[in-house]
Each structure stands twice: as structure tokens, then as C-alpha cells.
């Protein structure tokens, strides 16, 4: 038996997801598509000798491309061959659906329709005859629950009895102007002659789809060497008013659908209506969200407190084993200090990194998190940013690397990356050990000022660098803010845990293998030539260190800090931990500090400031690769940051070397 | 026919025109916002709105609220 490819679409926030969930259970993981950096989920459901092979394609409202992830919606549909595309319609909301459906239809792949939410419809008014709906569009349609997963049965059902039926695919066509139909014979005729189109794609729709504009198939075409007859021949407002007819003639056949299968009563006020009056209010929209994510700060990081300890002390279990064993000190220190530590650096971000992708998914099921954005998307937007964008820099005070995986819900790669580049500057909590403990020395009077001010100066920083940024390397506005308010729901617990399941999963598997691999690095560094005592002034540390040393002078730097911000790269509160061992013991650190002759207060700002703004740990740079998609991006991050680091640094030695006149 | 950005909360307008072409213009229309729909103004920042069409809800920030054209109906 061979296996059935489906392609499951829909426009977002209609449960798309839900229906993937309730469809394939667990039994899902990332599929591998070149090219892309927006991953697609892909599931698996056995049912008699057979198996689905579902595909979750993001959320997309038309076969268009404005978005990345459009690009992968469109991209699968258009080029992968699927057996059947399954397109899922919120029955609330049928009109607006249908647009999609209308070009869905035009790509002559067997199709079912599953109409969504059918116990809400009911509840609201909406009646929806959905024979009628399956004669008119001549595709099959199963009304479903996806929440309850009332009708997945069904559904499946449909699905293996189309395949089996193997009937020529003979949808609804639009209906369009004579004067469009005549260029889309004209066009389709030369295509099928003279191109080479992707996958299984239609001359005649191919037509279409050039008609309304599709800039990638017009790139492919040309690439090929051909002259579209007629479109090449317009001009972009001829084209502009092409698109516009193929639009309208898309709506009106939705409407004709509408008008004979959906029956409604509406144009009340609705509660969402009024819920919305309230959160999104000018003056209490900003303070509801803030409570709102200080409350889920909190959580995340109360909650996820209890298990870091946890690990802590299994590994601390591991670790007294390991050092009660009879064996070689340099393996002990291997298994200790690589090994344990490393598995270590990688676990304790676990907890914290589950919690927030299970508050975030919560907060998005319930429709929260899209007025969140449109509260904030005033004051991002003077900043060269996404409202979207604020989420994910309110997260980086707790961690960055939850807060950079969380930039894939902006849609433009220029704003991702502008909010990956700038994220590293909001300090993290593995900053304010060293804070404390410097400022504890040299600034013990206003140490908390002087903490108040590092946070300040990275928010700074990372505006300026987004105004930089958004000015002369992505030139123009932030995408203008479209977006779509999805109705309040009750968000599903089920739901939530299998995201964040799946994003957990996704994290430990490629952060993982960074992070692991930074500390083994750092851990050999540390440890060679062998003999010599761990992170000492002989080991490749301590001589890397010295030899880095007169870079780093004119920021006033000794060698014994220039290390430790080398050990920082792995998480940045290990660098108190290392120079507890330059300076001979953690427990004695405060007053070989302050007895170290070479050291200013000016100095220790300024170090403080580095280490505020250098190098993302060797974690956040991990999540950056893998969001960026781009080694390019990457680096260009890490060099950005430590050009920051030492130029804000330098200022700040002059200025305060000048106020505390050292 | 004035922009949506200078229509109030509460009022009912209907789209006239979309100024402009380009991308937001057409993500506009995949939304539905094109000439002839009825939009029901729900909230209003400065120039950002939330809109209402049937039973969907958009947000649209000052850019692109600027570009949809529309009359009063009440």
C-alpha cells in the first residue's frame, strides 16, 4: 500500500494545528525542506495498511506571497505533488475562507474541505448547509469539532475513500471576465508549448496565478529564457488592475457560494467586541500587557526555579561519584568539568525554555498575545521595529535564547533579524551574577544604581542599533501592521504541552550539540598542557588570555578578566566562576578584587559594560544560527556585538575614569 | 471618501477604494478589505484601528489604515 501525501492548509488561527494534533497525535517532527528556514511539521497516521503522511503548512491567507512562511505554504502546494490537499475552513468566519479555497480549487489536486468549528457556528447563528457547500464547489466537505476531534474519524475516512476513487479532479472553476479568460487561454496555451513548470502545475492555472501576480512562478519562468505573451507587455498599473480583476472575480464567486450554503444572523455587538475595547485601550493597553508579562516572567521563572535546582543537584550527585572514583586526575577533570558541565549548561536552560514556549502558546490560544502586539506596535514602530518584536526583547531580560526562537512569529526577515541582532543587548539574569559581584567591590555604596544602569544602557544600545540597522542596512519602515485578531478562545492544555514539547525537543536537539560542544572547547582550553591546574595562567586559557591582553589594554583590562570573559562565552555568569580560580578560591574572590592593585572602579564599569554587551553566550549564538538560517548573520552578530562591547566600553572607562579622577 | 484613519470607534464605514498598490495593498485584499466591504470600526489609537468585518477582527497600523478610502454609513 503507498502511503498518502497530504498537504493540510488553511488560513491561521482557524485550528489548523488542533486538526494536525488531533490527526497525527505525537507522531510528528520536523520535515526537511531545502531552502527554508520556517520549518513544517509533518505527522503520520496508520489506518489499515495505509498511512497519512499529513504536512502542517503555516497559516496563509492566499496562494500569494508576502511572508516566509507563505513562501513555504505556496512553495509545498505549488511544487510538491501531494496527494491531496486538505484545507481547513473556520465555519465562523466561511467568507473570508473562501478565498483561499477559490485558488486552491484551480490547482486540480484532489481536494476535501474540513469545516472547522462547527459547534461555534451553530452557537453564533451560523447555518451552514454543508451538501450544498460540497455540490457547489464539487469537493467533498466533513463538518468537524477539531477541539473535540468530533468527525477526525470521519475525515480520514473521506480522505483514503477519495484516493481509492481515483476520479478525475473536476472542481468549481471562477468565473472569470471575458477579457481575463481570453489572456489566461492566450498564456496558458504559449506555457503549455514552450515551459517547464514545477511539480504537477497546470498551464492553465499557472495562468492564473501569473495573471494575479506571482512573482516567484514569473522569476522561474524568465529564468527559463521565455516572454510571458501579454502580461511582459503591461505596464505595473495594467498589471495592478489585472490582479484586481482576477481578485474580484475570487470574491464573487466566494459570495455566490456564501449566498446559497450559509445562512446568518448577525451585526451585534459582540463580547470580543467589548474585551477588546478594554485590553486594547490607549491608556490601559500598555499597563494590562506589562502586568501580563511580568506576571508570566515571574512564572517562568518561579516555576522553572524548582527543577534547575533539581538538576543541580543530580549533577552535583554525579559529580561527588565521579570524584570519590579511583582514577586519572586529568579524566576526572574531562568527566567533571566536560562532560557533567557541559550536559549540565545544556539542562538548566531546559526548564526555564519549556515554561515560557508553554505560557506563550497559551497566551497566543487565547488571542492575547495578537492585541499585545497591536498595543505595543506604536512604540516598536518608532524604534524601526515590529510591534510583534516586544515579546521577544521582554523575554530576553530572562534568557535570550527562548526570547531569539521566539522571533518566529515576525513575519519579514528584516525584522527578525533587526530583533535578533538587537536582542543580545537586553541582559540576561546569567549577567547579574557578575554585576553583583563587581559592584559588591568597587561601587558598594550604589551598587544598585550602577546595576540599574547596565540594564539601561543595553536597552539603549539595542535601540540604537535598530534605528542603525532599519536606516542604512534594511532600508525602510518595519512591514506595515496587518494582522489578523483571532477570537478569544479557551486555550487547550493538550495543545500547549505538545508545542511545547515539540519546541523543547526542537531546542534540546540543536542548541544542544552547540552548547555542549562551547563548554568541551572552553573545558580543553582550560585543561591543557596537561599537568597544569585547571583555568590557570599556564593553561591555553591563561596563555590565550595573555596573549589577548595588550588588545584589551586600553580598556584597562588585566589578563585574569580577559579570560574570564573567554570562559563568559559559555554561559556569562561562569565568568565569576573563573576568576574565582585565577584569583585563587571563589570564597576569598571579593577581597583579591579589591586588593588587586590593578583594578579601578572606572576599570571594573567598564568591565561590566563588555560584559554586558559582547559576545552572546555560547547558547544564544547556537538558537541564533539556527533562526537566522545564516552563518553570514551569525557572524556578523558576534563581530557587531564585541565592536559595541569595546567601543561603549572605552567611553565608559574615559568618562568614568574623568568623574572618579583615577 | 476619507482615509479609515479619520473615522471614529463605533462607526460603520464601507471601503470605497484602496489608495496605493504594492504589498500592503494586496494583503489587504487577501483579507478581504476591498472596495465594497463593510468594516465596523472597533477601537482607535492615534492611526492605528481595530476593524471588524462579519466575524473577523484586523488590527492595521497608521500605514496601512492611510491607504484604505472609505464613506460613512452610520
Known amino acids: 500500500m503507498n502511503d498518502i501525501r497530504i498537504l493540510l492548509t488553511g488560513n491561521p488561527n482557524v485550528g489548523k494545528t488542533t486538526l494536525f494534533n488531533a490527526l497525527c497525535g505525537v507522531h510528528q517532527h520536523t520535515g526537511n525542506y531545502p531552502g527554508v528556514t520556517v520549518d513544517i511539521k509533518e505527522g503520520k497516521r496508520h489506518i489499515g495498511g495505509q498511512s497519512l503522511i499529513v504536512c502542517d503548512l503555516p497559516g496563509t491567507y492566499s496562494l500569494s506571497v508576502f511572508t516566509p512562511d507563505e513562501q513555504v505554504a505556496r512553495d509545498a502546494l505549488l511544487t510538491s505533488n501531494p496527494d491531496i490537499v486538505l484545507q481547513i475552513v473556520d465555519a465562523t468566519n466561511i467568507e473570508r475562507n473562501l478565498f483561499l479555497t477559490t485558488q486552491l480549487l484551480e490547482l486540480g489536486i484532489p481536494m476535501i474541505i474540513a469545516l472547522n468549528m462547527c459547534d461555534l457556528a451553530d452557537e453564533q447563528g451560523i447555518k451552514i448547509d454543508s451538501e450544498c457547500l460540497a455540490r457547489n464547489l464539487n469537493v467533498t466537505v466533513v463538518r468537524i469539532v477539531a477541539r473535540s476531534e468530533e468527525g477526525v474519524g470521519e475525515l480520514v475516512d473521506s480522505i483514503v475513500k477519495l484516493i481509492e476513487e481515483k476520479k478525475p479532479v473536476s472542481h468549481r472553476e471562477v468565473l472569470y471576465p471575458g477579457s481575463v479568460t481570453s489572456h489566461i487561454n492566450e498564456i496558458g496555451n504559449y506555457l503549455g508549448s514552450h515551459a517547464k513548470l514545477p511539480g504537477n502545475l497546470s498551464s492553465n492555472c499557472a495562468a492564473i496565478r501569473l495573471m494575479e501576480g506571482d512573482e516567484h512562478l514569473e522569476k522561474t519562468l524568465h529564468d527559463q529564457g521565455l516572454v510571458i505573451p501579454f502580461l511582459d507587455k503591461c505596464d505595473p498599473a495594467e498589471r495592478d488592475s489585472i490582479a484586481e480583476d482576477v481578485l474580484l472575480a475570487r470574491y464573487r464567486t466566494a459570495e455566490e457560494i456564501m449566498a446559497c450554503s450559509v445562512k446568518c444572523t448577525m451585526g451585534r455587538v459582540m463580547p470580543a467586541d467589548l474585551i477588546d475595547q478594554v485590553i486594547t485601550h490607549r491608556y490601559f493597553g500598555i499597563p494590562i500587557f506589562l502586568s501580563c508579562m511580568w506576571f508570566a516572567f515571574q512564572l517562568t521563572f518561579s516555576a522553572a526555579a524548582p527543577f534547575a535546582a533539581a538538576i543541580e543537584i543530580i549533577f552535583g550527585y554525579f559529580n561527588e561519584i565521579i570524584t570519590g572514583m579511583d582514577m586519572d586526575p586529568f579524566i576526572r577533570s574531562f568527566l567533571i568539568e566536560g562532560i557533567i558541565g557541559g550536559v549540565g549548561s545544556v539542562l ?55 526570547a531569539i526562537m521566539a522571533t518566529r512569529t515576525l513575519q519579514s526577515r528584516a525584522d527578525r533579524i533587526i530583533t535578533i541582532l538587537t536582542l543580545p543587548f537586553m541582559s540576561c539574569s546569567a549577567r547579574l551574577p557578575v554585576y553583583v559581584l563587581f559592584t559588591g567591590v568597587f561601587f ?82 582550560a585543561s591543557f598542557p596537561v599537568g597544569v591546574e585547571y583555568g590557570s595562567a599556564e593553561s591555553l586559557a591563561g596563555s590565550l588570555g595573555q596573549l589577548l591582553q595588550p588588545l584589551f589594554a586600553p580598556l584597562g583590562f588585566n589578563w585574569q578578566l580577559v579570560v574570564a570573559l573567554i570562559f563568559g562565552f559559555v554561559a556569562k555568569e561562569v565568568v565569576v566562576g573563573s576568576l574565582g580560580t585565577l584569583y585563587g578560591g571563589e570564597d576569598t574572590l571579593h577581597s583579591s578584587l579589591a586588593a588587586d592593585h590593578t583594578l579601578t572602579p572606572a576599570i571594573a564599569l567598564a568591565f561590566l ?14 538558537v541564533i544560527r539556527q533562526e537566522t538560517g545564516s552563518i553570514k548573520w551569525t557572524v556578523i552578530i558576534v563581530g557587531y556585538g564585541l565592536f559595541v562591547a569595546y567601543v561603549v566600553s572605552f567611553i565608559t572607562l574615559h568618562i568614568a575614569s574623568f568623574i572618579t579622577g583615577v | 471618501m476619507v482615509p479609515l484613519s479619520l473615522s471614529s470607534p463605533g462607526e460603520k464605514v464601507v471601503v470605497r477604494s484602496i489608495g496605493g498598490t504594492g504589498h500592503i495593498a494586496k494583503t489587504l485584499g487577501h483579507l478581504g478589505i476591498i472596495t465594497g466591504t463593510e468594516l465596523r470600526i472597533i477601537r482607535k489609537n492615534k492611526d492605528s484601528l481595530i476593524v471588524r468585518i462579519g466575524e473577523s477582527r484586523y488590527a492595521l497600523g497608521p500605514g496601512a489604515a492611510g491607504m484604505v478610502l472609505v464613506d460613512l454609513l452610520g
Do not use: Q
Open chain 1, 348 to 402: 538548566s536552560f531546559v526548564p526555564s525554555i519549556f515554561i515560557v514556549f508553554l505560557l506563550l502558546s497559551i497566551l497566543e490560544d487565547t488571542g492575547y498575545l495578537a492585541r499585545a502586539a497591536f498595543v505595543m506596535d506604536r512604540l516598536m514602530h518608532s524604534m524601526g521595529l515590529h510591534g510583534r518584536s516586544f515579546i521577544p526583547f521582554l523575554m530576553g531580560f530572562g534568557c535570550n535564547v527562548p
Open chain 1, 444 to 525: 558598594s555604596a550604589i551598587a544598585g544604581s550602577v546595576i540599574f544602569f547596565l540594564y539601561v544602557l543595553g536597552i539603549v544600545v539595542a535601540i540604537v542599533t535598530a534605528l542603525i540597522f532599519r536606516r542604512y542596512v534594511f532600508k525602510g519602515e518595519p512591514s506595515p501592521f496587518i494582522m489578523e485578531l483571532p477570537p478569544y478562545r479557551r486555550p487547550s492544555g493538550t495543545a500547549a504541552g505538545i508545542h511545547m514539547w515539540y519546541k523543547g525537543r526542537e531546542y534540546l536537539k540543536r542548541a544542544g550539540l552547540v552548547i555542549f560542544g562551547g563548554v568541551l572547547v572552553v573545558w580543553a582550553l
Open chain 1, 609 to 622: 559594560v563588555f560584559v554586558l554587551l559582547y559576545l552572546p553566550c555560547v547558547a544564544a549564538l547556537g
